[in-house]
Each structure stands twice: as structure tokens, then as C-alpha cells.
């Protein structure tokens, strides 16, 4: 039998090589080799860098990226943004559903161990630090920290496009957008500008499929108006303090409210003061020395707000979710008050020691290529450095469109958090009008009830997840992993 002729041989090597992403294909000053903290072999190849997305200020963006362990070069590309604004994506990453987490009792430099749970597991994920000042992404002129949701949408735009001629292994893979909190604002934003490309024909064409955001902020009437029903039917206020505020305010618990709504629904947020509102069944670590802020211009009377037999502020919670704004803060439009310039070191009831202890060591940077401290300045989880405004107002309409054009989108809420509470998520999913195809209904981990779903035409699924909060892959990792592989591969839940 006679040999392959070189040509031949040739020929098949090549087409391997573009079917398989590899070192070679990737930015080989891009890859990491190893991360200190951690002991052993990567389960896929990872590569991390920044792509900048503007050569006059050298604005640019940081990201992360986890190879599929299943199969890179057919598994999907899922782009992870967490929110804030101003939240860094390494939340997800460490916290959540990354390749890996922190081990119990870390000490000085924090210990690493594989996440069995991560969603690298049937994906090639990337964690995206945006906007430029978030994170480790930065810019040498500080006026680009000056930004809002249109800029950050465009900026994450000109990022996939240079990520893609970077990686183009991965032209034809499908790849989705997913994060969580004030995500539900980056992602349909994005979204819009991508889905403007293609139809423009910019080049490299990317092959979007859709996206998932979990506990959404998406509009402010449905998702704040929800905080006092849902703080009743979960038993955190009482009927007759539901009652009365509700036959105060009308109804209406957020917004242009009377001078007596607001008192009332200020009473209903004191109640709840010392619970974790990102999720109302994990412990709240309180922090003495850290001053409460959420109430320094509360309308209650001085009398109702007194501690003891001073009149100090609250104390504050500790560890803070860091992925969306204070409840009360939040605005229809114009700035959004960055949580750590109005007081608070971080968001309430979260501790960010461990994430901070590493992403701060000059060795953990130097092996993700990330810029020094001296330059850059230590990582947050939770940024001041921007000064953000939300400019685009509600994201319904955002969704009508892209499902209308056959885009998949799957809205998920972890039923335990009282920031972006699921029954106004619900309510706003339901209200764009498709006919319900798959009837509210429990679907299932293991032989145990997970959660609640509904599915409408146009691909457009909302789900719940039993127990979870406002991050729901910390929370319910198993059931995390479980949901997001069988919507990836389009499965019924």
C-alpha cells in the first residue's frame, strides 16, 4: 500500500490545526502556564491578557479565558460579565462559576483548588473586565473612566472584534453572552451592537446565538416594585405592615412616591436592615467600624432610627456581592452612585479578603499578564474609580427585539434575593406578550425539584432556582452547571 503523499499529509495537519484551538493558534504570550496558589495540572488550556480597545489612551480590556474541558473547538464561546457598574468579572471567576475556587482556610496567599462545577466544563468561558477603571482593565487617560451603558456597550463590542482576530479558531463556534445583576443593562447592550455588526457586515462575523442573564436588572417599576411583596410572601414583614404600606403607596413601592410612602416603605427596609439582601437565607457578616450609608438621608424620624442612647448610623454588613448598585440608590436614569464612594468599603454582607489577598500578589499578575499595582492600582471586586450613568433607560425592549429577530434568551432568577427580587423579573418577561409554550412547571436535579420554569415561543425561557440568590452559580453551583449545559445544548429542562 503506498504512502500518504506529503501534500496529502500536509493537507489533513492543517485541517486539524483549524479545527483544534492549541497554543499555536491562540496569542502565545496570552497562555498561562500556572497561577500561584495552585498545585497541579490546568484542565484546559487558559489564556488571559488585554485586548485594547483604544490605542490614543491605551484603554484597555482585561480578560480571562477557560478552554472547554469537553471539547474547545466545537463547544460554544460564552463571554461572563458580572455588574455592578462597576463590578469585576474575577467575582465570577473565583466566586462563582470558574475553573476554580479559593480552599477552606487560606491563608497570606490564598490556596486554589479546581472547581468541579465550573461552567468551562461545556464551554470555553472568558470573564470580561468591563468598563475600562473596572477590575484590571484601565486606561492611562482617567477621563475614561467618565463613561455610561452606550460607551461600555461599544467598547466591549471593539473587544470581541480585535478577541475574535486574535482567536480564530473560534470564528465559527457559537457564542453567547452571559452575566448577572447590572448585566442585565451590559449584556443587551451589547447584544445590540453586535447584532448591528453582523447586519453591517463588520468582519470578523461573529457567530452570536444568544445570551443568558441571571437576577436581571432590567427595568425599574418591575424590578423595585417587587422588593415589598416579595419581602411579605417570604414572611420577612408582617401582614399588617404589608397592608399598610401598600394602602399608603397605592401600590406603587418605587419612584415618585408621597412623602408618607416613602416613610412607609423606609420602615420596611429598616425591618430587613441586617438580613443578606442578596440572598435573605446566607448570613450577613456585620462590620462595626464601617458605617451604615443606605440611610444617611432617610426620611424616618431620628427617634425610630436611634441606637441605644446614640445617634450613630447603622453598621454597616460586611462582604458584599459587588454585582449591583445599593437597592435604594438606584435611578431611572443619570448617575449611578458607585456604593464605595458613598461610604461603604464594599457592597453589604459579603467579604472580598481572599480575592483581593490574591488578585493583589505581583505574582498572580504577572502569571495572568495583568498589569502592576503601581500602574493599575489594587483590584476591587467593587469599583469607585468610574463615574457611571445609566443611559438607556428599560431593557425590555431590547429583549423584544432580539428574541423577535430569533435570538435564544434564557432569564433566570435565583428565588432568594430581595435586590432584584424574581417576581418582578417574572412579571416583565411575561409582559412582552409571547404565547406560553411550556406551562409554569418544576424541572429537576437529580430527582429533586431545582426550581420553577416557563418557556415562551420565540425561545425565550424564564427559570427559577430553588434557594439560590442574587449570585445564583455561588449559591447552587450543581444546579447552575445542570441549567446552563442543558440550555447551551438546547434541551428541554
Not at 498561562?32 to 480590556?61: C, I, K, M, Q, W
Not at 467618565?146 to 457564542?175: I, R, V
Amino acid at each position: 500500500m503506498a504512502s500518504p503523499s506529503p501534500l496529502l499529509l500536509a493537507l489533513v495537519a492543517a485541517a486539524l490545526l483549524l479545527r483544534t484551538p492549541t497554543a499555536a493558534a491562540a496569542p502565545d504570550d496570552h497562555l498561562v502556564t500556572g497561577l500561584p496558589g495552585f498545585h497541579g495540572s490546568f484542565p484546559s488550556n487558559h489564556y488571559s491578557g488585554y485586548v485594547t480597545v483604544d490605542e490614543a489612551s491605551e484603554r484597555s480590556l482585561f480578560y480571562y479565558l477557560a478552554l472547554s474541558e469537553r471539547d474547545p473547538a466545537a463547544d460554544p464561546v460564552v463571554l461572563w460579565l458580572n455588574g455592578g457598574p462597576g463590578c469585576s468579572s474575577f467575582d465570577g471567576f473565583v466566586y462563582e462559576n470558574g475553573p476554580f475556587n479559593f480552599e477552606p482556610g487560606s491563608t497570606l496567599l490564598p490556596r486554589l483548588q479546581l472547581n468541579p462545577y465550573s461552567w468551562s466544563k461545556v464551554s470555553n468561558i472568558m470573564y470580561l473586565d468591563s468598563p475600562a477603571g473596572v477590575g484590571m482593565s484601565y486606561s492611562l487617560n482617567k477621563s475614561d473612566y467618565t463613561t455610561g451603558d452606550l460607551k461600555t456597550a461599544a467598547d466591549a463590542h471593539t473587544f470581541l472584534l480585535k478577541w475574535f482576530e486574535l482567536y480564530p479558531e473560534f470564528h465559527s463556534n457559537p457564542f453567547y453572552i452571559s452575566g448577572e445583576s447590572y448585566a442585565g443593562v451590559y449584556i443587551p447592550t451589547l447584544a445590540d451592537e453586535v447584532v448591528r455588526g453582523i447586519e453591517k457586515g463588520v468582519e470578523p462575523r461573529i457567530n452570536f446565538k444568544g445570551y443568558l442573564i441571571g437576577n436581571a436588572f432590567t427595568d425599574v417599576d418591575y424590578d423595585f416594585n417587587s422588593f415589598v411583596p416579595f419581602a411579605h410572601g417570604m414572611g420577612l414583614i408582617s401582614t399588617d405592615m404589608f397592608e399598610d404600606v401598600k394602602a399608603s403607596c397605592h401600590g406603587t413601592f418605587f419612584g415618585d412616591v408621597d412623602n408618607l410612602c416613602q416613610e412607609k416603605i423606609e420602615r420596611v427596609h429598616w425591618e430587613l436592615k441586617d438580613l443578606n439582601k442578596y440572598n435573605i437565607l446566607a448570613p450577613c457578616y456585620h462590620h462595626p467600624e464601617i458605617q451604615e450609608v443606605e440611610f444617611a438621608n432617610s426620611s424616618l424620624p431620628l427617634s425610630f432610627r436611634r441606637l441605644g442612647e446614640t445617634d450613630r448610623p447603622f453598621p454597616v454588613r460586611k462582604r458584599m456581592a459587588g454585582r449591583s448598585w445599593p437597592l435604594r440608590l438606584a435611578l431611572r436614569g443619570g448617575r449611578v452612585p458607585m456604593w464605595p464612594g458613598l461610604g461603604g468599603r464594599s457592597l453589604p454582607c459579603t467579604s472580598d479578603e481572599l480575592a483581593t489577598a490574591w488578585l493583589d500578589d505581583e505574582g498572580v499578575r504577572a502569571a495572568i499578564h495583568a498589569k502592576s499595582k503601581s500602574l493599575i492600582g489594587s483590584w476591587e471586586l467593587y469599583t469607585a474609580r468610574i463615574d457611571y450613568t445609566h443611559n438607556t433607560g428599560t431593557m425590555v425592549s431590547y429583549h423584544k427585539k432580539f428574541t423577535a429577530l430569533g435570538y435564544r434568551v434564557l432569564i433566570y432568577s435565583g428565588d432568594h434575593d430581595l435586590c432584584i427580587p424574581f417576581p418582578g423579573t417574572e412579571a416583565w418577561v411575561r409582559s412582552i406578550g409571547y404565547q406560553v409554550v411550556d406551562r409554569w412547571r418544576p424541572w429537576y436535579f437529580g430527582d429533586q425539584v431545582a426550581g420553577y420554569t416557563q418557556g415562551y415561543d420565540r425561545n425565550l425561557t424564564f427559570l427559577t432556582i430553588k434557594g439560590a440568590g442574587h449570585a445564583v452559580p455561588e449559591y447552587k453551583p450543581k444546579e447552575s452547571l445542570a441549567f446552563y449545559s442543558r440550555w447551551l445544548a438546547g434541551e428541554k429542562f
